[in-house]
């Protein structure tokens, strides 16, 4: 079955509205961008490819309709645009990027019409789509390499068709080694608190036929203390110079079981998720999100006594010790990784 | 605010209906062991020490209308009975440890009439009943000299006094240090699937006044890792002769957090969790639940697609080499354990 997350149609960004999965295949479609905005701050688009191109197009939906035709004028709106665009989301570093691609296209050709640059802009959003449709197949390339027949793999959050254009990064890794012939079974870690792993990767990966089970959280150590897990894949959500790697909340937790359990760990992603400006993972911002998405699941019931005080960190950071290689659109990285990230993504 | 999860009153079994926290404060009263057998299924109540006395009142619940006077007849009966009991949750060692003494009490006094046997039964459960919250102040006692004035604890599910009569093990401790007026922080695991650790720890954490806030189990790591936990408290559902624990599923993840982190970790327990029959952990059996626990919350609503398969583990088991010290109703029990266990518990 194919599962386009995100795609440009009818001068319109058309996505699947992912807080409505797994009970209903939803799409919208966005053309302004503050719309754009409040899908990605209530994750009806989210993981860090997705975002790129999201941010991309929505860079474009905010300056379309700018009627002047100078450029400092335009400028001055692009800034804006961006400036509003980058506070969507804080952790992600391919929100950034996929603005930061859109600002320079335009930056570059500031001696055409205004009419033009749009068109350029547009145009790029476009290139992030294609080239992320191509990168997770590369990952997944690489990555399967890794995979043997019959393993189990455990994962995490949503790194897969819906966190990037219709592919995966993690889980492109499983969809490529079982499109080699590979019999893969995967655990579907449910991660609280918004449950991607249960209503986004459990979905998705049923619906490629791929033989997954979902587990809480709680359980992944004691399938590990029971072997019956050969390797964690996850994905990423901004990745420092070092290899240290942010991730989904509960990703670390799964990193040092598998130090303890001698399991190897691996972190999936895009080129576009290196952030090579920041040296180390303490440098990387991480989201703290809204309580009720903890005391209240899926905003529906109360699981917790009103009042009580909730802490509902987005996201941690796994240090690049814990890290067996990161699989990348480039190639797999190993340590030493302050080396070999430059080696190999040639910054 | 005093607060009593099990006791006998008008000739019934009267607990609080665990399953309907923390919207409601719900009492209800049994006096019919096949409802008291479901209660204890459904896990309107649960938690090691209280499921002992609510054993023992079943046993009785389940004899008192024998209508023989032979002793004969009437142990056929009795072990009916027990046997029935056992059913209803296989792990913590508790539920069949009280189900014994009410036995035990009975077959001593084999020469009395059947009618004082069933008064010498439920006397028993009685006794079980005052001897826990007798123990539960004991754990505390010796539990909170490990606990220094600011400390933060993390803890799991619930050991509280909702596992017990009216005190609780882990919670027991905590509660043990702020009389002694130290000031103590909690972090509570929510505790998926079935969320004891929001539903229950933070409710009567809250109640009692003490500082606590809830967090998804998978932001564990990444508070240690900011060194915003001082140690872990857990309770134990069944503790073979050489230590290894068997807790709700998690306990394991937070013993290998804490080894990582370098965080000290316990469990508290009353000796009669311990199962001097069983030498390791994987002697333990661990209870397999219901996979609508995880797929619905709540049994509400769906949270993964329908038909995607589901592991519901409710417990693992945690090493004895990952356990700090074992806090008792004896007193404060270290390594090696196969060795202090027998010492401290006399066994």
Redesign the interface.
Known sequence: MYIRTIDWKDNKVRMIDQTKL??KLVYINIDRLRDLWWAIKIMQVRGAPALGAAAAFGVYLGVKDYSGNDWLGFQRKLKQVARYAASARPTARNLFWGIERACAVALKNNKQPIFKIKQLILAEAKTIMREDMSSCRKIGFYGAKLLKHNNTVLTICNAGILATIDYGTALGVIYAACAQGKKIKV?SC????L?QG??LS??EL??QGV?????????????M?EKKVDLVIAGADRIAANGDSAN???T??LA??C??HKIPFYIAAPKSTFDFKINSGSGIKIEMRNAQE??K??L??????????????AF??TAHQLISAIITDKGIIRPPYIKNIRRILGE
């Open positions: 797994p009970q655990f449910e991660t609280r608190p449950l249960s209503r459990a979905w049923y619906k033989d997954v089970t979902m587990i809480a959280d709680n359980t992944a150590s004691s399938l203390a989904k909340i509960g670390l937790n040092i079981l130090k303890y903890v005391t699941i899926l529906k019931k109360n699981t917790a006594p009103p009042g009580v005080k909730v802490l509902n960190t941690d950071v």
